[in-house]
């Protein structure tokens, strides 16, 4: 395994055992941070916080590299418009995760663990990517 | 709002918002990539030549973080309340509307908030939106 994959491994482990330990690989915990109705579990907010205050420190030196630690290139978005698919599109998530509770990583994370709830739920968010995919591609060769 | 302190778990949720942070801190300083979960999926099914092999590893590690988990120690609870038809009515939503978005909570709401990105501000702000009405119109309005 070469270096960049080697550290991909990693860091999705790590990234699977921080969801894993934080509760967001639970849908019910998610679910009942997203019910602010009813008994609300502010749990999941601490999560974010967690993950962006340590997040904020590596950004900001990463912004100022020209290539990473392993001499790869930067691949740091740089768009900053604001559009109609982005936000489309976020609304739509949202949607999709108040109703099951899971989004694509913690969905993973319990397919890896055996849920059987879970591999429906990956294999059809799999299918709606490649639906987006065909749509693209279609629009694509129309414009063409 | 009620707070439903007995199911707060801080310590856990930060603890583990930390490792997703650290996770994140490392791919963009090593690998120089955004730890997006949507994006790396996405990217499986529209393979380009050099940039598969990373996105597999990115994900084994994901699904091994359970099982690495599973070896040492009993999992944690992963209840999912969710019906099948209603897993792959969220599953399609979230995988075509990740894809629209650029992003999900890992890209967007981890990565782009840590960098004050101004799409992931907003696409943040939009999926926790609908995601909050999302959950009180199926647990209130229409459940109850």
């Not at chain 1, 934080?22 to 974010?48: E, Y």
């Amino acid at each position: 395994m070469n270096r960049p994959n080697l550290f991909a491994f990693i860091v999705g482990l790590v990234f699977g055992l921080g969801l894993l330990i934080s509760g967001m690989a639970n849908p019910d915990k998610v679910l009942s941070f997203l019910d602010l109705a009813g008994a609300w579990d502010p749990s999941l907010a601490l999560v974010m916080g967690g993950a962006i205050a340590v997040g904020s420190i590596a950004f900001t030196i990463a912004g100022k590299r020209e290539r990473s630690l392993i001499a790869e290139p930067m691949r740091i978005p740089t768009r900053r418009d604001l559009d109609k698919p982005l936000v489309l599109g976020s609304l739509g998530f949202g949607v999709g995760w108040g109703l099951a509770g899971f989004c694509p990583g913690p969905a993973l994370v319990a397919l890896g663990a055996g849920e059987t709830g879970a591999v429906v739920f990956v294999v059809s968010m799999l299918v709606g990517m490649a639906i987006y995919e065909l749509i693209e591609q279609s629009r694509k060769t129309a414009e063409a | 709002m009620t707070i439903d302190w007995a199911s707060f778990t801080p310590w856990s949720a930060l603890a583990g918002g930390v490792l997703i942070g650290l996770a994140a801190a490392v791919f963009v300083l090593v690998n120089g990539r955004i730890a997006g979960i949507s994006g790396i999926l996405g990217g499986l099914l529209r393979p380009q030549s050099g940039d598969l092999s990373w996105r597999v590893a990115f994900v084994a590690g994901m699904i091994a973080a359970p099982l690495l988990w599973a070896a040492m120690t009993t999992l944690p609870e992963i209840l999912i309340e969710a019906s099948v038809p209603m897993l792959v009515a969220a599953g399609l939503l979230v995988g075509v509307s990740t894809r629209y978005a650029g992003g999900c909570t890992s890209g967007h709401g981890v990565c782009g908030i840590s960098r004050l990105s101004p799409r992931s501000l907003l696409a943040t702000v939009s999926f926790m939106a609908t995601g909050f009405i999302t959950v009180y119109i199926v647990r209130h309005a229409i459940g109850g």
